[in-house]
């Protein structure tokens, strides 16, 4: 459809006359429009990206992805883990881990979280986050416990202190009542993801924690998945288990915090978004501003012998080359302002942290060209209708006058 000559009329028609700066003002600003939405969409989606990637280290680094467990919710604890467990566990081996709410006393302060048992690793994801004590010296029997700064902070302890554990879950009756389990532990870590998992979650040795939560020798609560991608879950959840076993993840705890992190950046995209739609109107008015003015030229163009697609291929040219300029010039300059954002507001004097920090920055290439391609998608439609008017312009109704 787009003959060469076309082509040639076409970029000729977009760059204009000398002598006709408002046609040239008005392509220009199409341009433009586009320019500064795609920019704008790539570089909050990089922003938000980084967030959202941030949130998954931090958050989801720590706790549980995935635990399948026993329907009873005792698990037998076995030296390797089951065949089918081992298999959906893509970025580790299985480990067993014992998991139950939590009341942890200081001599000053009380406070509830939740409690986790785990069997210490290299690599643990919580190993990157610590900030005092070493995972390698949590053992078996010395009833040690790792807590996050916040929580710590709270509940004014340090290491070495003291700290009381009473699972209410685990409670018995006695003559003076229902007494829930409890234990001193020993603080001997303290760690910081830089979310709110600081305040809420405590660690200690599987083998502690079940004798705490008075589980028989040899048992669990389930064993513990590790995902390269946390968000698997979604999928994994869906497959079928072998009967007697059931399966949690990290959406109970975290599910709504990641989906209103996904809206957000889902309305983002749609606001910024509409900027690029605004500057494909612009394609339009500009296109049917040129269609008029050019109705004498493309009857001229028709008694030599163009045809309507032909004529129909020369606008869509012009209104297209406005889209993809503008589309793969924001593209670009969203990724250099996108890579230099905090640089750009450190200089401006600009603080969002009051503690220090940086916008989290995580560039996806394959939005990035899925939001350059919708651009362009956007600037053709854009020149359909203007194309279609000029394509039946009759030859003789436009040169009567001429």
């Known amino acids: 459809m787009f003959h060469p000559v076309s082509t040639f009329i076409g970029l000729r028609y977009l760059r204009g006359r000398s002598g006709d700066r408002f046609s040239r003002f ?20 990089s922003v938000m990206n980084g967030f959202e990637a941030q949130l998954k280290g931090r958050i989801l680094g720590v706790l549980p992805q995935a635990i399948i467990s026993q329907d009873s919710g005792n698990t037998a604890l076995q030296a390797t883990p089951p065949d089918f467990i081992s298999q959906m566990s893509n970025a580790g081996t299985p480990e067993p881990v014992v998991q139950s709410e939590a009341i942890i006393q200081s001599p000053s302060q009380l406070s509830a979280g939740l409690l986790l048992g785990i069997q210490p690793s290299q690599h643990d994801p919580l190993e990157t986050h610590l900030i005092a004590g070493q995972l390698s010296n949590l053992k078996a029997g010395e009833y040690q ?70 589980m028989k020798n ?44 996904r809206m957000e950046k889902n309305m983002m995209g749609l606001m910024l978004g509409l900027i690029i739609g605004v500057a494909a109107f612009n394609i339009i008015s500009a296109l049917i501003m040129v269609v008029m003015e050019k109705q004498s030229e493309v009857a001229i163009l028709k008694t030599q012998g163009m045809t309507d697609r032909q ?33 750009l507001l450190e200089s401006m004097g600009v603080v969002l942290f009051s503690v220090g920090g940086e916008l989290p920055i995580m560039i996806n290439p394959i939005q990035i060209a899925i939001v350059i391609a919708l651009a362009i998608a956007l600037s053709l439609a854009a020149t359909l209708f203007p194309s279609y008017r000029a394509s039946t312009v009759k030859p003789a109704e436009a040169l009567r006058y001429e």
């Open 218 to 261: 040899g048992q669990v609560t389930g064993w513990r998945l590790f995902f390269n991608d946390p968000f698997v879950v979604s999928d994994l959840s869906n497959e079928p288990l072998p009967d007697g076993w059931t399966w949690q993840d990290w959406r109970d705890q975290r599910g709504e915090l990641f989906q209103a992190v």
């Open 26 to 45: 008005v392509s220009f600003m199409s341009t433009a429009g586009i320019t500064i939405g795609v920019m704008s969409l790539v570089t909050v989606l």
């Open 311 to 343: 004529v129909l291929a020369i606008f869509m040219v012009q209104g297209a080359s406005s889209g993809v300029i503008g589309a793969l010039i924001g593209g670009g300059l969203g990724i250099v302002l996108a890579n230099n954002l905090n640089q």
């Open 145 to 214: 416990l790792f807590l996050g700064h916040t929580l710590a902070r709270s509940i004014n302890v340090s290491l070495g202190d003291k700290v009381r554990l009473m699972v209410t879950s685990a409670s018995q009756f006695t003559p003076l009542g229902r007494i829930p389990s409890q234990r001193l532990f020993t603080v001997a870590g303290i760690y910081n993801t830089g979310s709110d998992v600081d305040g809420q979650l405590m660690l200690t040795h599987v083998q502690d924690a079940a004798k705490l939560m008075r």
